[in-house]
């Protein structure tokens, strides 16, 4: 508008010019040549002047028009209004921005000027109040409040207001700037949520000083009193170097290194600790540099992976490194030293260990096992790895010794061995077999190096336990004959290689039978015979003597009524029995079973235990006066090779005690003279029991068994095993 009357005044100016050139020309005379060539001069530079001037007028008028039009776009691209109110006019400008902020009309902004005031919500009512107040300051307020639109969304609007006043301090224009910053203010609301929502401990340092910290922060550190105090009031003393060289690592390194993750004590205000996973990252907070920190309480993560790690690495029992730490220690070994390595591969397995376990209970067992571990683990001390391979056995790796000093170590263990355990208050003895593998002679690797030293174990137990044997090479034959063996036993009670065999038992005075005794006998289709000392331990490992057990008894009622109905009358039968049958809980009644499917009299029946259910008195006592309650005889074999406590004898079932044959041996020896066979002889008989020797060979020694009042026996020098048939002729 302003250009548009600057160009009629240029043209009403030169139209004034024109008509006095006109004037002066009219009174002057037309001669006069210079003032006509100035009059011509006068209008051309005139004309020119003005026609320049048009044109710069019009492309400014265009320019301006484009940056009001730039203008306006901008505006509404970034969602802003202005609200300006000339307070001496009472004159309001609203910029048309406000329709696409509020969703109102312009004209119903015009028409009620305080309807911007009623669309904001109530619970932000508060806020108008409050910037009212604060423009009475006669300062710039900004304020953020919630708008409801026409279409009942609800947004944020940054109210930027700027108050004027005149010179004398009068209010006299008020501006406000409108911007429409609800995506700016959910993003934050979000974050906002996150942060204080977040189980993790989420904080601001600068200077090593709190600036912020939220919620969950707090919480797990036990204060609220937390911000403007020293971050390593927090941390574990062991953890302040480390978690100094990070951050100064950090700022050495400007944005070269952005994160860093690491893991530290944190102090609780209670006094706790607790593990800690942090992460560190610059940021900027409130325009300055700062870091920004995260983190997460791991104590319980980190104890899972302890107790993996230790189920993984280490036995429950005993808590000592199990078979994968041990394999795992010998590959480092190997790896590191080569060939030049002097290692050796100890295995250690517990004699008697399974009688002492079914007996007593496995509780008894494990507690017999960790004082086992740590009478090893005080032998070994730091000269080598001690580990439980698994049940009874244990592993010893010695590295770095001689052969002298491996068996020193060997034989102390042994000797070690030979004091009484004490569980539950009650003496427990048990001895120990060991086979020693060396490397490189005898395997190299792990897997080799501990199946040989398993092999020369087995072969410390052949001679006769409680010593350590070296491996060889020909220990592998009968490692290999050991699993045909347990293979073969699978097999043997469907396949029929089992026989019984009995050995009569004689009244030595008269050399009348009394009865006989029950053996087994077992044909392998291609190894041939096969003594029970041999396969009757196999047996009683795998389990299998219980079902071997039950088809023994089942033969011997087959044989006796067969006996009977040849008109061999009714004869006394002995049976050998395992503790590891007396341990199932269907024993008694798969014997009662028996009896009473082949019909025959309990009486008739005498089973044979050891002295081992003395382990377990409390549950034996019961099975053995349930056997008695079915009417059979209990007798105890091999009497006196045990751990036998009279004290506990005296309350057992029992008829009969047999005299071992190592002690009716000692008759002929003329160091013993059969001493120990007539102390026992003697206290059988005070204690009301049936006595009878086994393994007579002479008459020396049924003289002595008579003369000390012993009147049963059973032997070869009467007879050795028969099979039925025989066994049948001889009763005949």
């Given at each position: ?136 300051k006669k300062e710039p307020v900004t304020s953020f409040y919630r708008i409801v639109r026409p279409d009942g969304k609800v947004r944020w609007i940054r109210d930027r207001g700027i108050p004027a006043y005149d010179e004398k301090g009068y209010f006299v224009d008020f501006t406000s700037v ?266 190299k690797d792990q897997e080799t190096l501990i199946k040989n030293a398993d092999t020369a174990m087995y072969l410390a137990k052949e001679r006769g336990k409680n010593n350590y044997q070296y491996y060889n090479e020909g220990l592998n034959t009968q490692s290999t004959r050991k699993m045909i ?248």
């Open positions: 508008m302003f250009l548009l009357k600057t160009k009629w005044l240029l043209i009403s100016l030169f139209v004034l010019v024109e008509i006095f050139v006109l004037i002066a020309d009219f009174f002057l005379p037309i001669k006069h040549i210079a003032f006509s060539i100035l009059h011509i001069t006068i209008s051309l530079v005139t004309v020119v002047f003005i026609l320049i001037l048009i044109y710069v007028m019009n492309k400014t008028t265009k320019e301006l028009k484009h940056s009001n039009e730039r203008l306006r776009y901008i505006f509404d691209s970034l969602d802003v209004a202005i609200w300006s109110h000339d307070m001496k006019t009472d004159h309001l400008m609203i910029t048309p921005g406000i329709e696409k902020l509020y969703g109102y009309s312009l004209d119903e902004f015009y028409r009620d000027q305080l309807l911007w005031r009623k669309v904001v919500l109530p619970e932000d009512q508060k806020v108008i109040e409050e910037r009212l107040q604060q423009l009475t409108l911007f429409d910053v609800t995506e700016q203010m959910e993003r934050e609301e979000r974050y906002r949520g996150l942060v204080e929502m977040s189980p993790d401990i989420i904080a601001v340092i600068r200077d090593w000083k709190f600036v912020f910290i939220n919620k969950a922060g707090s919480e797990l550190f036990g204060t609220s009193d937390i911000i403007g105090r020293h971050v390593l009031e927090f941390v574990s003393t062991e953890n302040v170097r480390s978690i100094k060289d990070i951050v100064q690592e950090m700022d050495d390194n400007d944005n070269h290194i952005e994160k860093n993750y690491f893991e530290c004590q944190l102090l609780l205000s209670n006094g706790d600790v607790i593990d800690a996973e942090v992460s560190l990252m610059k940021i900027l907070y409130e325009g300055r540099i700062a870091k920004l920190v995260v983190g997460r309480d791991i104590t319980e993560r980190k104890k899972a992976q302890q107790l993996i790690h230790n189920m993984a690495y280490y036995d429950s029992v005993t808590n000592l490194p199990n078979r994968n730490m041990f394999k795992e220690h010998v590959n480092n070994s190997l790896k590191t030293n080569g060939e030049n390595q002097e290692l050796a591969v100890l295995f250690l397995d517990l004699d008697r260990f399974k009688v002492i376990n079914d007996t007593k209970g496995h509780s008894t067992g494990d507690l017999l096992l960790k004082d086992v571990a740590d009478r090893i683990r005080s032998t070994v001390k730091s000269d080598g790895l001690v580990s439980r391979q698994g049940g009874d056995e244990f592993l010893i790796l010695l590295e770095g010794m001689k052969k002298e000093e491996i068996e020193k170590i060997a034989q102390q263990i042994i000797d070690d061995f030979s004091r009484p355990f004490f569980i539950h208050c009650e003496e427990v003895f048990v001895t120990a077999s060991i086979g020693i593998s060396l490397y490189p002679y005898d395997g063996l347990e293979v073969g036993l699978r097999k043997a009670l469907d396949t029929n290689q089992f026989t019984m065999v009995y050995q009569p038992q004689f009244e030595l005075e008269t050399g009348t039978i009394i009865g006989v005794e029950a053996l087994i006998r077992w044909e392998h289709p291609k190894l041939g015979p096969i003594s029970p000392v041999e396969f009757i331990p196999i047996a009683e490992e795998t389990g299998l003597i219980v079902q071997i057990g039950k088809w023994i008894l089942q033969q011997v009622c087959k044989d006796h009524n067969q006996w009977k109905q040849h008109g061999h009358g009714s004869i006394k039968m002995a049976i050998n029995i395992s503790v590891r049958q007396m341990q199932g809980q269907e024993f008694v009644s798969s014997v009662k079973q028996v009896l009473e499917e082949y019909n025959v009299d309990p009486n008739m029946f005498e089973l044979e235990i050891t002295e081992s259910i003395m382990q377990n008195i409390n549950h034996s006592i019961v099975i053995l006066k349930e056997l008695k309650e079915l009417g059979v005889k209990i007798a105890i074999d091999d009497f006196g090779k045990g751990y036998s406590s009279l004290s506990y004898l005296k309350h057992l079932p029992i008829d009969k005690i047999k005299v071992d044959k190592s002690f009716v041996d000692d008759i002929l020896d003329p160091t013993h003279n059969g001493s120990i066979a007539k102390a026992i002889i003697d206290m059988g008989h005070i204690m009301k029991f049936t006595v009878i020797a086994e393994g007579i060979e002479e008459e020396k020694q049924v003289d002595f068994l008579l003369k000390n009042n012993c009147k049963l026996g059973q032997g070869f020098f009467f007879s050795k095993p028969l099979p039925e048939h025989e066994i049948r002729k001889l009763l005949s």
